[in-house]
């Protein structure tokens, strides 16, 4: 089981910029492919959008609506951040972390998910 906690969501000016952390604790959380997901307000979490996933060897996968503003990284084996630049409003949603990828990148399911984290774009 893989435990996972984010933070650094909050508000922001559009064209402005925001960190997201996500603390992941449990078994081999090293080896684990993990992710971004976004949901926007009430759609439920079964809706929610692929944002950003990284392999265990580094490999990063972006959605098509934050390419080139959004980067994934490691910061080390039980952190993982995500970097969002140039915010638009529509990027506004709960950010949640996943982790233990099933399936592959082109069609990712994510066994563990965190609470998530509110991101408010104003315009």
């Known amino acids: 089981q893989v435990q996972l906690a984010e933070s650094g969501g909050g508000l922001a000016q559009a064209g402005g910029s925001l960190r997201l952390s996500c603390a992941a604790s449990g078994r081999n959380v090293g080896t684990l492919d993990m992710g971004w997901y976004r949901e926007a307000r009430g759609r439920g979490r079964d809706a929610a959008e692929f944002v950003a996933g990284i392999s265990w060897s580094g490999r990063t996968y972006y959605g098509n609506s934050v390419k080139g503003r959004f980067t994934i990284s490691r910061d080390n084996a039980n952190t993982l951040s995500l970097q969002m630049n140039a915010l638009k409003p529509e990027d506004t949603a709960l950010y949640y972390c996943?982790?233990?990828?099933?399936?592959?990148?082109?069609?990712?399911?994510?066994?563990?998910w965190g609470q998530g984290t509110q991101v408010t774009v104003s315009s």
């Open positions: 996943t982790a233990d990828m099933h399936g592959s990148w082109t069609s990712p399911h994510f066994a563990s």
